[in-house]
């Protein structure tokens, strides 16, 4: 079965522009959450979408944004992009709705530079 | 709010040496616990996970027992390997209704032959 993936890989931007970045989960799952990875604040929690509906957000802006699919695919999008911005971004799937109990799968990332 | 503190690193060891990473948590409930592993450039693989106190997640010869007591999940192996050489992150799971995973900053471990 083939794992969750991520599209594009790499990603150079300027200042102000915006962003979109794409995850397919593994087949099968329907819940996708997003993830922020930096060498400052290290791994947080972006938010979670299952069902085509934001189900959880983590602490932030607006700028950051996301949608999912009816095929449980999943978009990520920032806006008006800042230099802070620049980090890796992953995805992860699991099965049903995050939970307890739920493991998440994750991606190899796509690691977006903001010149 | 929940948080996991890991032990700082970078850790070096010798090729057979004894691995430990030290990891604690704090969280509301009765939170799943997790160690993922990330391999340079590579994103994040499940290394092991343990639901319940008492509950020892075990995997390609990594294991680590869920103390609830001392709120407490550290990471152990044997005989480190130099594929072993990556960084790892303990993780937790809990939040009333809204889940998600918290993670600790992170341990770069390092082989050596």
């Known amino acids: 079965k083939a794992g969750v993936t991520q599209t594009p890989r790499y990603l150079i931007k300027t200042r102000g522009q915006q962003v979109t970045l794409s995850c397919s989960p593994i087949?099968?799952?329907?819940?996708v959450s997003w993830y922020q990875q930096t060498p400052g604040q290290g791994l947080q929690f972006l938010f979670e979408?299952?069902?085509?509906?934001?189900?959880n957000k983590g602490n932030f802006p607006g700028r950051f944004s996301g949608r999912q699919f009816s095929n449980s695919r999943s978009e990520m999008n920032v806006s008006t992009l800042e230099l802070g911005d620049s980090a890796l971004y992953l995805c992860?799937?699991?099965?049903?709705?995050?939970?307890?109990?739920?493991?998440?799968?994750f991606g190899p990332g796509t690691r977006l530079l903001v010149l | 709010g929940d948080s996991v503190t890991q032990m700082e690193g970078p850790v070096t060891l010798s090729e057979e040496a004894f691995l430990t990473i030290n990891c604690t948590y704090t969280?509301?409930?009765?939170?799943?616990l997790f160690w993922y592993v990330q391999y340079p450039g590579e994103g994040l693989q499940l290394l092991l996970k343990?639901?319940?106190?008492?509950d020892k997640g075990s995997n390609k010869g990594f294991e680590a027992t869920y103390r609830k007591e001392t709120t407490s999940f550290h990471l152990e192996k044997g005989s480190v390997q130099v594929s072993d050489s990556a960084v790892y992150f303990c993780?937790?799971?809990?939040?009333?209704?809204?889940?998600?995973?918290?993670f600790g900053k992170g341990t770069l471990l390092t082989v050596n032959p």
């Open positions: 992860a799937s699991s099965l049903v709705r995050l939970g307890s109990q739920e493991t998440q799968y």
């Open positions: 087949s099968g799952h329907r819940s």
């Open positions: 979408y299952f069902s085509e509906t934001q189900r």
């Open positions: 969280a509301t409930g009765y939170p799943s």
């Open positions: 343990a639901t319940k106190a008492d």
């Open positions: 993780a937790l799971t809990s939040g009333g209704s809204n889940y998600k995973l918290t």
